[in-house]
């Protein structure tokens, strides 16, 4: 079985799925007529990265009409990708902003729909007519694959006893340079990045072992979000923090929880972000050199946070 869409936006979905690529290589999508979601894990299995877009989001008005073409009903299916850095070139030799997708279908083992293959049709660098065909993984070569995308999405929904501040893209870049510049400048510097809510002085504190970095609380915004009634702190890896993304963030939690939920909009879409909280101790349930890897890896930090 074929599915095909026609005048795909594939300038947003490459957009979009760079902010799964940070956070692993391994890619997860689900497709159908109404969303396109994917969900990634974290190397520590403390972080997982959530967006949701509506599908008409990704298709094209016509040339010659406001109208939007009639988007083809299927049922949902699932593609994985086993190595997200190839996929990426593999989409790379199409330089028009719109092309047509062609998913074959197959049914799983669990009876469920999933991508065998999905060929493009676009433009070529020569402005030529160019189609190229990519073979999808299997769900077996996941390592953290999703049956669920519903109890995903409750899991990252901020119940309503939960604090939340916002910090800004400009706020959230400052931060992470501090990082990159900053973490191996100390030898018993800390693996996890500690924020504090300062009730009495309107601020978000935010500070490793060598770097400290105070950010006053709009009190127009803190009207409207629901800030917390006393000080208290929480403390998250720093890699997590690493991979969030660059957008304005709003951040969920409270002093019971033990996770942290990032949530944000960005290219049409809905981000989710969960980290886990981290105790004040050296005894991490990882290899520290995952967090370091992860920040070491950005070998151009001002490039990366443009294209993000």
């Not at 006893?161 to 959230?172: A, G, K, P, T, Y």
């Not at 660059?246 to 996770?259: G, L, R, S, V």
Request: aromatic share 10%; hydrophobic share 40%.
């Amino acid at each position: 079985m074929e599915i095909k869409i026609s005048n795909f936006k594939l300038n947003v979905f490459r957009n979009l799925m760079e902010q799964s690529l940070i956070v692993d290589n391994q890619l997860m999508f689900e497709f159908s007529t109404d969303f396109v979601r994917s969900c990634s894990f974290s190397a520590t299995k403390s972080f997982m990265k959530l967006w949701t877009s509506q599908l008409i989001n990704f298709i094209q008005k016509s040339e010659d009409s406001e109208e939007l073409q009639e988007i083809p009903s299927f049922d949902p299916f699932n593609m994985y990708i086993l190595k997200g850095d190839l996929f990426k070139k593999f989409l790379s030799v199409h330089t028009s902003d719109t092309v047509d997708l062609i998913f074959t279908i197959v049914e799983s083992e669990n009876k469920k729909n999933q991508a065998a293959a999905i060929t493009i049709i676009g433009q070529s660098e020569g402005s030529n007519k160019l189609r190229t065909t990519f073979t999808l993984t299997t769900e077996e070569l996941i390592s953290n694959k999703i049956d669920d995308y519903a109890a995903v999405i409750k899991e990252c929904t901020p119940s309503n006893d939960m604090c939340e501040f916002v910090l800004s893209d400009n706020q959230i870049q400052e931060i992470k340079r501090l990082i990159k510049k900053l973490h191996k400048s100390s030898a018993d510097n800390t693996a996890y990045l500690s924020f504090k809510l300062d009730v009495e002085n309107k601020k978000v504190v935010v500070n490793d072992k060598v770097f400290i970095v105070e950010f006053d609380i709009n009190s127009e915004t803190e009207s409207k979000l629901l800030f917390p009634e006393k000080s208290f702190s929480f403390n998250i890896l720093k890699s997590d923090f690493i991979i969030t993304g660059n957008q304005t963030f709003t951040i969920f939690t409270n002093e019971q929880e033990q996770k942290v939920i990032f949530g944000a909009r960005h290219a049409g879409a809905i981000i989710w972000c969960l980290s886990s909280k981290i105790e004040e101790s050296n005894d991490l349930p990882f290899d520290s050199s995952v967090v370091d890897s992860t920040i070491d890896g950005i070998d151009n930090l001002d490039d990366y946070l443009n294209d993000i």
